[in-house]
């Protein structure tokens, strides 16, 4: 086994215990054969920072346990009207925001941070190589996770279809969920953090591995896995046609920060 970051061979004294997804953010699953301590350590203080300081408040909000440190400080949200969100066909800088009580200057969430979609494709590249596939198959993505191409491999995707997936009622989870096409030689993964940052990440256009059809899925306020059947049914010119954002796709996201907020006000009230 080796580091898919910088290729050391991995050891008892070098390799680390790699969140799939980061503790910031409530991930529990681990893997310890994907990185060395060093390239573990670098990423966990650069790109996975950039990720938990953007959605690492919603862990504190909904009071999700961690495996070790704190949560980020006390947040109130604040709604986009009135701040000049608007959406339009090009990606945009702002979406949503958090401020911390008392100021008033609140600070955006979801920003156009190429590093915090390298986080997020990060998640992405640790399912897909925990689960022992192919490497070649993510060296793309590998390319982008460590700063060397800033290809837009990442789309957000909210889909036109509600029953991709049954989502209980007080649901918030994580979902990762890789999907890999022999025969349309496509391979992706999609992804849901907090059932609201919905990105789909792109691996291969040239992919003649065996199909793959695989999903992780946790409850992060139950603390729980689940188990998930993920029906997207795209095709590869469905794929290959993706926009990185859309004034459509930014109303559904918001539609989803909203539940996220619906369901940790009527938590905090039942406290």
């Known amino acids: 086994m080796t580091c898919y970051s910088c290729g050391t061979t991995l050891n008892q004294k070098n390799r680390s215990a790699e969140h799939i997804i980061p503790n910031a953010i409530g991930g529990k699953k681990k893997a310890y054969n994907l990185l060395c301590s060093e390239c573990n350590k670098h990423y ?11 959605l690492g408040p919603f ?37 949503y925001y958090l401020a911390a009580e008392g100021d008033a200057n609140p600070f955006k969430v979801v920003i156009d941070d190429i590093d915090y979609h390298r986080s997020v494709a990060k998640i992405c590249l640790n399912f897909y190589l925990s689960k022992g596939y192919p490497k070649k198959y993510s060296e793309k993505v590998i390319a982008f996770v460590k700063g060397e191409s800033k290809d837009r491999i990442f789309h957000y995707y ?37 059932n609201m940052q919905n ?17 992780y899925c946790r409850d992060v306020v139950k603390n729980v896995e689940l188990t998930k059947t993920i029906r997207l049914g795209l095709v ?11 004034a459509a796709m930014g ?17 905090q009230l039942s406290n």
């Open 199 to 215: 990105l789909i990440i792109i691996f291969s256009y040239d992919y003649d591995g065996n199909d793959l059809n695989v999903t």
């Open 251 to 267: 109303r559904k996201m918001e539609v989803r920060l909203e539940r996220l907020i619906h369901i940790i006000n009527k938590a």
């Open 59 to 95: 862990g504190y909000l909904l009071n999700i346990p961690l495996d070790r440190g704190q949560h980020s400080k006390a947040v109130k949200l604040v709604t986009a009207s009135g701040k000049g969100t608007h959406y339009t066909e090009e990606p945009t800088n702002e979406q």
């Open 158 to 194: 909210f889909p036109s279809n509600e029953g991709v997936h049954a989502l209980g009622e007080q649901e918030v989870s994580h979902i990762i969920h890789l999907h890999g096409d022999r025969e349309l030689g496509v391979l992706y993964a999609y992804i849901e953090l907090f």
């Open 44 to 54: 966990g203080q650069t790109i996975d920072q950039v990720l938990a300081n953007q």
């Open 236 to 246: 590869r010119h469905h794929v290959e046609s993706l926009r990185y954002t859309s």
